[in-house]
């Protein structure tokens, strides 16, 4: 599995979604992970995208392995945090699940879900970024149905984080996968996490949609939700500032849950 690391110290491992590789979530997280002192950042390309090829992983569960394998290999025994975004945040569920020990603070940021329901219609709030010829058609119908603020800003961070990212998916290797996405046995299948979570959704995401991640509280009694406004499924480009405040207080949270043993 390819990944590319930062710093060191004490790890925290990111998962992107799909469709894409490591480059956008550093684009979203390292402005943020970098000011941390002594912390080791992991972004791993998953299976199928990137520089990881899928092989012949046919499942989620098949994905599963393959990262606790990669924490088992990179990470060891130790503890870290986990980050995830879109189906990386699907994976990072499973992962404290099975790592719960070693997983002191779990963020999902718009969380792909089994109980996906009441997505709202794609709605786009600025277009201000449209400056011809410097997409493919390919391209550009990406950028329109990922982003909902499509301002100048966004694009020029859609061209450097997710662009590069597109022709290197594997799309047979993902489509594999992706007929057998669920796992096997739900993430939250066993007994409740009590490392504090957060949960980041997006008001306009019409991929995975705000409502049914609220049906997750139930199982992480130390989450905190948000609904952002003027935002879709890219809401990690698309409210910086606000990712880095809900970010940052997390981290506040799972450090001072470190100095506490009573859940």
Same mark, same amino acid.
């Given at each position: 599995m390819h990944y590319v690391e930062y710093g060191d110290g004490a790890p925290i491992l990111v998962l992107h979604g799909a469709g894409v590789d490591h480059r956008e979530m550093v684009g979203a997280m390292e402005p943020i992970l970098? $000011?941390?002192? /002594?912390?080791r950042r992991l972004y791993p390309d998953l299976p199928g995208m990137g520089h990881t090829p899928s092989g012949a992983l046919e499942s989620a569960d098949d994905v599963l392995d393959l990262l606790l394998e990669f924490i /088992?290999?990179?990470? =060891?025994?130790?503890e870290f945090r986990l980050i995830g975004h879109s189906a990386g945040a699907y994976y990072a569920r499973a992962i404290a699940g099975r790592c719960r020990e070693q997983v002191t603070g779990l963020a999902l940021i718009c969380p792909l879900g089994?109980?996906?329901? /009441? *997505?709202p219609a794609h709605r786009v709030f600025r277009t201000s970024a449209d400056p011809p010829g410097t997409l493919d058609p390919a391209e550009e119908t990406v950028f329109r149905d990922y982003f909902v603020v499509q301002t100048q800003a966004m694009l020029e961070r859609y061209k450097e984080y997710v662009v590069p990212a597109l022709g290197l998916v594997d $799309?047979? =290797? *993902?489509?594999?996968?992706?007929?057998? +996405?669920r796992f096997s046995s739900s993430p939250e299948g066993g007994p409740p996490y009590f490392g504090p979570v957060l949960i980041v959704t997006g008001r306009q995401d019409s991929?995975? =949609?705000y409502a049914g991640q609220w049906d997750l509280? $139930?199982?992480?009694?130390?989450? @905190?939700f948000a609904v952002l406004d003027r935002a879709g499924?890219?809401?990690?480009?698309?409210?910086?500032?606000l990712i880095r405040a809900l970010v @940052?207080? +997390?981290l506040d949270r799972v450090r001072e849950h470190g100095l506490d043993t009573d859940p």
């Open positions: 970098s $000011e941390l002192p /002594d912390c /088992d290999g990179v990470i =060891g025994e130790g089994e109980n996906v329901r /009441d *997505l $799309e047979a =290797g *993902l489509e594999r996968v992706g007929q057998h +996405w991929m995975v =949609g509280l $139930e199982h992480y009694p130390r989450a @905190t499924h890219a809401l990690p480009h698309e409210q910086p500032g @940052t207080e +997390w």
